[in-house]
């Protein structure tokens, strides 16, 4: 199955006169964790934006698990989203007023389907932060109190709750040193096949690109 | 549900600078809760000025003029009114008692009411109160007097204490009735009306004080000392109004009617109630002014909380991302705000209520002692919740400011998160 699929996809930023994103064609399977290089200013977060639904292409087609995400409306997008999409950011992920668990717990409460898939929400978060390698003490910490590595694997704890099919992550890892950096990608590898989420992983770091099977470099596919 | 949640965990996060949002709203409140208690206490207790007395009767001129210097002692009597016809209607058949009322002295800005004991003893405020002594009794002599509390208290004056009398109503008159000094024999407690400003005296010591004078100066010359005055015929010629108690409330109307038509004297009666809140109705303007201001504190309130909602955004534009990537839609964000003012709004209103029935419970035994008004508790009415109805729903209006702006950001913002 493709779980991403962009065609002949063009966005332009208003007011500019030179298109940011000009791509004939883009395709990842399931199960092919890509890993989509370019340089800062490449155009990388806009296509995340566009991947998620909040910005629109000015021309062409994005086919998310083999659907249509632009015939969507605002709603469905967002809906979309909730159900199939796991985000992790480069940082700050977390709600600073809510517990770990209650962090992780979220996309629950905002998808149907992804609190279904979790089963019981408390257990499913908790069993995502033991194999995170989070243990029981650290949870009763206020999240601001974590390291940023912890705050990233709780990140990641909530992109995969609820078996979402995609997990989307934006430069997760430049807060990292290289221990921290190869300890979240292995861990972030194992729970993503543990239950069948492809990853596109987003970064400017060549270091990381050896971990992954499909490499993208953006200025290739980019004829913009 | 799991917006609420968010809200309040949020809030409890911002805690420190909501705690002023949530005061200031809380103060504007009060003071509009308070605002309006303050009306209806004052209303009541200047209603219950006098209570139990049918009737006040006095030359004729309009009733509210008449409730003016008879009772709050405000103004002077146009004409007096003969001892008579007092005594024509005190010995009417319908006439429980009456009581005289003679003005027209002064003590150090203080009036001077010359009356008898039955005044004591009829004279009623607030819900058929009696007047009460705190020191002391009635009078019994011709240069005795009784004080009212706050005469006593402001001038100081003891039982024993020794007043002099002036002409006339002024604070600083000039004919003074030196020579007859009147002795303190009772002081009263306060009541909260004009009879804490009073001195009385009896209506033969007013007698008295003016053998020796006509056409309201000493006759040069001729002087009659105390003991000599004392001893001679005091019945007074006229008085200035007098109070009417009846049998039967029944038949107001009807001696009200019989006094106004009375041929010998042209005289006026006048229903103390009716004329009560003619008069309130004049002086009570200032209801209206205090209400106005009142709002605009509130509107003060509101936009202060608006102005802490609409700082915020910037500091919440990550958590906004945050929520956005994780599935919530723009009118989530939109709702985060709304509810936001609401839980601000409602627990800044129900803080409110709660200074104003703490400040009344603490008010309470110290405005009664000072001032002898017996607050009410206060206790949230229908109006009240009303206003709390008011302050959330404008709230919830100003609140549509930031949150339509946070929603349109979030879905520009999209999942960049900016710091």
Same mark, same amino acid.
């Given at each position: 199955?493709?779980?991403?699929?962009?065609?002949?996809?063009?966005?332009?930023?208003?007011?500019?006169?030179?298109?940011?994103?000009?791509?004939?064609?883009?395709?990842?399977?399931?199960?092919?964790?890509?890993?989509?290089?370019?340089?800062?200013?490449?155009?990388?977060?806009?296509?995340?934006?566009?991947?998620?639904?909040?910005?629109?292409?000015?021309?062409?087609?994005?086919?998310?698990?083999?659907?249509?995400?632009?015939?969507?409306?605002?709603?469905?997008?967002?809906?979309?989203?909730?159900?199939?999409?796991?985000?992790?950011?480069?940082?700050?992920?977390?709600?600073?007023?809510?517990?770990?668990?209650?962090?992780?717990?979220?996309?629950?409460?905002?998808?149907?389907?992804?609190?279904?898939?979790?089963?019981?929400?408390?257990?499913?978060?908790?069993?995502?932060?033991?194999?995170?390698?989070?243990?029981?003490?650290?949870?009763?910490?206020?999240?601001?109190?974590?390291?940023?590595?912890?705050?990233?694997?709780?990140?990641?704890?909530?992109?995969?709750?609820?078996?979402?099919?995609?997990?989307?992550?934006?430069?997760?890892?430049?807060?990292?040193?290289?221990?921290?950096?190869?300890?979240?990608?292995?861990?972030?590898?194992?729970?993503?096949?543990?239950?069948?989420?492809?990853?596109?992983?987003?970064?400017?770091?060549?270091?990381?690109?050896?971990?992954?099977?499909?490499?993208?470099?953006?200025?290739?596919?980019?004829?913009? | 549900?799991?917006?609420?949640?968010?809200?309040?965990?949020?809030?409890?996060?911002?805690?420190?600078?909501?705690?002023?949002?949530?005061? %200031?709203? #809380?103060?504007?409140?009060?003071?509009? &809760? @308070?605002? $309006?208690?303050? =009306? +209806?206490?004052?209303? *009541?207790?200047?209603?219950?000025?006098?209570?139990?007395?049918?009737?006040?009767?006095?030359?004729?001129?309009?009733?509210?003029?008449?409730?003016?210097?008879?009772?709050?002692?405000?103004?002077?009597?146009?004409?007096?009114?003969?001892?008579?016809?007092?005594?024509?209607?005190?010995?009417?058949?319908?006439?429980?008692?009456?009581?005289?009322?003679?003005?027209?002295?002064?003590?150090?800005?203080?009036?001077?009411?010359?009356?008898?004991?039955?005044?004591?003893?009829?004279?009623?405020?607030?819900?058929?109160?009696?007047?009460?002594?705190?020191?002391?009794? %009635?009078? #019994?002599?011709?240069?005795?007097?009784? &004080? @009212?509390? $706050?005469?006593? =208290? +402001?001038?100081?004056? *003891?039982?024993?204490?020794?007043?002099?009398?002036?002409?006339?109503?002024?604070?600083?008159?000039?004919?003074?009735?030196?020579?007859?000094?009147?002795?303190?024999?009772?002081?009263?407690?306060?009541?909260?009306?004009?009879?804490?400003?009073?001195?009385?005296?009896?209506?033969?010591?007013?007698?008295?004080?003016?053998?020796?004078?006509?056409?309201?100066?000493?006759?040069?010359?001729?002087?009659?000392?105390?003991?000599?005055?004392?001893?001679?015929?005091?019945?007074?010629?006229?008085?200035?109004?007098?109070?009417?108690?009846?049998?039967?409330?029944?038949?107001?109307?009807?001696?009200?009617?019989?006094?106004?038509?009375?041929?010998?004297?042209?005289?006026?009666?006048?229903?103390?109630?009716?004329?009560?809140?003619?008069?309130?109705?004049?002086?009570?303007?200032?209801?209206?002014?205090?209400?106005?201001?009142?709002?605009?504190?509130?509107?003060?309130?509101?936009?202060?909380?608006?102005?802490?909602?609409?700082?915020?955004?910037?500091?919440?534009?990550?958590?906004?991302?945050?929520?956005?990537?994780?599935?919530?839609?723009?009118?989530?964000?939109?709702?985060?705000?709304?509810?936001?003012?609401?839980?601000?709004?409602?627990?800044?209103?129900?803080?409110?209520?709660?200074?104003?029935?703490?400040?009344?419970?603490?008010?309470?035994?110290?405005?009664?002692?000072?001032?002898?008004?017996?607050?009410?508790?206060?206790?949230?009415?229908?109006?009240?919740?009303?206003?709390?109805?008011?302050?959330?729903?404008?709230?919830?209006?100003?609140?549509?400011?930031?949150?339509?702006?946070?929603?349109?950001?979030?879905?520009?913002?999209?999942?960049?998160?900016?710091?």
């Amino acid at each position: 199955m493709n779980v991403i699929e962009l065609q002949q996809l063009r966005f332009r930023w208003k007011g500019q006169s030179q298109d940011t994103l000009n791509i004939p064609e883009l395709i990842v399977q399931q199960g092919e964790h890509a890993f989509l290089r370019g340089p800062s200013g490449s155009g990388k977060t806009t296509l995340l934006n566009l991947l998620a639904g909040i910005l629109l292409p000015v021309e062409g087609d994005i086919k998310l698990l083999e659907q249509s995400t632009l015939k969507m409306n605002t709603k469905q997008r967002d809906c979309f989203r909730a159900d199939h999409i796991g985000i992790i950011f480069q940082q700050f992920n977390l709600l600073p007023y809510l517990s770990m668990l209650d962090n992780v717990a979220l996309p629950c409460h905002f998808s149907a389907r992804r609190k279904q898939h979790a089963g019981a929400i408390q257990e499913s978060a908790e069993q995502l932060l033991e194999h995170l390698k989070l243990d029981q003490k650290l949870r009763q910490r206020p999240v601001t109190e974590l390291s940023v590595g912890q705050q990233q694997r709780v990140a990641v704890a909530r992109a995969l709750i609820g078996k979402p099919e995609i997990i989307i992550a934006d430069e997760p890892t430049s807060a990292l040193d290289s221990d921290a950096r190869n300890d979240f990608i292995r861990l972030l590898f194992r729970e993503a096949e543990a239950q069948g989420s492809t990853i596109l992983f987003v970064s400017h770091d060549p270091h990381i690109a050896p971990h992954f099977p499909r490499i993208i470099e953006l200025p290739e596919v980019n004829q913009a | 549900m799991i917006l609420l949640k968010l809200t309040w965990h949020s809030l409890w996060n911002r805690r420190t600078s909501l705690m002023l949002t949530l005061l %200031s709203i #809380a103060i504007s409140v009060a003071l509009l &809760l @308070g605002v $309006e208690y303050i =009306r +209806k206490e004052a209303k *009541q207790s200047f209603m219950s000025t006098l209570s139990g007395t049918d009737l006040v009767v006095g030359a004729r001129s309009g009733p509210v003029q008449l409730l003016l210097y008879s009772v709050f002692r405000i103004g002077n009597a146009t004409n007096n009114i003969s001892w008579n016809s007092y005594q024509h209607f005190a010995d009417h058949k319908w006439v429980d008692w009456t009581v005289p009322i003679s003005l027209g002295d002064s003590h150090k800005g203080y009036r001077v009411l010359g009356t008898n004991s039955d005044y004591f003893l009829h004279y009623r405020h607030a819900d058929q109160r009696n007047l009460s002594f705190a020191d002391g009794k %009635s009078f #019994a002599g011709v240069y005795e007097a009784v &004080l @009212g509390a $706050e005469v006593a =208290r +402001k001038l100081n004056y *003891q039982i024993g204490s020794e007043i002099v009398l002036a002409h006339g109503a002024g604070s600083t008159s000039f004919s003074e009735h030196k020579n007859k000094p009147f002795t303190v024999t009772g002081i009263l407690k306060p009541t909260g009306t004009p009879v804490d400003r009073t001195v009385h005296v009896t209506l033969e010591g007013i007698e008295a004080i003016h053998v020796d004078w006509k056409n309201g100066a000493p006759v040069p010359g001729f002087e009659i000392k105390a003991e000599r005055a004392a001893k001679m015929a005091l019945q007074p010629e006229t008085i200035t109004a007098f109070l009417v108690g009846l049998k039967t409330r029944a038949t107001a109307f009807r001696l009200q009617r019989e006094i106004n038509e009375y041929s010998r004297e042209p005289l006026l009666a006048a229903l103390p109630g009716v004329a009560l809140a003619e008069l309130w109705r004049a002086i009570g303007q200032f209801e209206t002014v205090l209400r106005i201001i009142t709002v605009f504190v509130l509107i003060a309130g509101l936009l202060g909380m608006l102005t802490t909602l609409l700082s915020t955004l910037n500091e919440r534009r990550r958590e906004m991302a945050i929520l956005r990537a994780v599935g919530a839609h723009p009118h989530h964000v939109f709702v985060l705000f709304l509810l936001e003012a609401f839980i601000i709004a409602l627990l800044g209103s129900l803080l409110g209520m709660v200074l104003v029935s703490v400040s009344v419970l603490i008010a309470q035994p110290w405005v009664a002692a000072e001032y002898g008004l017996y607050l009410h508790t206060w206790w949230p009415q229908l109006t009240d919740w009303l206003l709390l109805l008011l302050v959330v729903g404008l709230a919830l209006i100003f609140s549509t400011l930031p949150g339509w702006i946070a929603s349109r950001r979030s879905l520009q913002d999209g999942l960049t998160v900016r710091i």
